[in-house]
């Protein structure tokens, strides 16, 4: 059976029709789905988020488990809909061994959500959720916006780069640096998964492009792009809140199982709360 036959069977039952109505109503009540095995769930997921066009939060009982249903619904919806929100550190809260990959994962949904595009469906579980995260507000005050034909000098931009805690190398390879030869600046922002090429004429940004940090060949033309530092730098831990407080209102939440996910949460305040 084709997949399209699958999800179009999904779409069409009646059981689907009755969970579109309840999420879209202006006064929705939490409802509870029995009977999705395997990647029924997923596609299930899938298709109310296509049909709603509302942003969707869905929380897995631990990574593993997240990682399958990611997989399931990337091949449904698409890299472009479809978010990764990892924890940050490589074990639950040694603080010092967060991981660079996931600290990246992790900003790149926060830029989604701040930026306003258009609707994700983000897949997490309970140690990535139990992590604060940085204030939208404190975001936008550390967020450089570059965009093709503004006026900005490579020297101001240089500047707000130190301020923001990256370093300056040769060449770069990883998120948190930068290097400037002539009138190009590449920089690797915390909120893409390629690094940035940007190209001065003089004071204004002459263009915008990714590049591949083993070929250096240029990837994809841009028209605007949004610098973010590491957002679980210890600098700027001072104005933290919930990721459920930084999503949307608006925001589908959907839980596997939502007495594991307690107790999974319940797990780690003791874990970082030994004393309580």
């Known amino acids: 059976m084709s997949k399209t036959l699958v999800r179009s069977l999904f779409r069409e039952s009646s ?3 009755a969970l579109k109505t309840q999420l879209t109503e202006q006064t929705r009540d939490n409802c509870v789905v029995s009977g999705l095995v395997g990647s029924a769930l997923s596609i299930t997921i899938a298709e109310l988020f296509k049909e709603t066009a ?9 990574k593993e488990q997240a990682a399958y249903h990611l997989n399931d619904l990337e091949n449904i919806l698409g890299d472009e809909s479809v978010l990764f929100y990892p924890g940050s550190y490589r074990r639950p809260y040694q603080i010092e061994q967060t991981d660079n990959a996931n600290v990246l994962l992790r900003s790149e949904v926060l830029n989604r959500i701040n930026s306003r595009k258009k609707p994700a469906l983000i897949v997490t579980y309970p140690e990535a959720l139990f992590e ?11 967020t450089l916006k570059i965009s093709v034909g503004e006026n900005l000098s490579i020297d101001f931009v240089n500047e707000v780069l130190f301020e923001y805690n990256f370093k300056r190398v040769d060449f770069v390879t990883e ?3 930068f290097s400037v030869r002539g009138g190009i600046l590449d920089v690797f922002s915390f909120s893409n998964d390629e690094p940035y090429r ?59 199982d939502q007495e594991i996910v307690n107790n999974a949460i319940d797990a780690l305040f003791h874990q970082s709360n030994p004393g309580i």
């Not at 509302?54 to 631990?62: A, Q, R, T």
């Not at 604060?132 to 550390?142: G, Y």
């Not at 679980?232 to 925001?251: A, D, H, P, V």
Request: glycine share 4%.
């Open 54 to 62: 509302l942003p969707f939060l869905l929380i897995l009982n631990d």
């Open 198 to 256: 940007i190209e001065f004429f003089g004071d204004e940004i002459d263009s915008i492009r990714t590049f591949d940090v083993e070929t250096q060949l240029s990837l994809e033309q841009l028209k605007k792009v949004f610098v973010i530092p590491n957002v679980e730098n210890k600098l700027m831990e001072e104005n933290r809140e919930s990721f459920l407080k930084y999503i949307s209102g608006k925001t589908i939440i959907c839980l596997k």
């Open 15 to 17: 059981a689907q029709a």
């Open 175 to 177: 998120p948190g640096e």
């Open 132 to 142: 604060k995260v940085v204030t939208k507000k404190e975001l936008e005050k550390n």
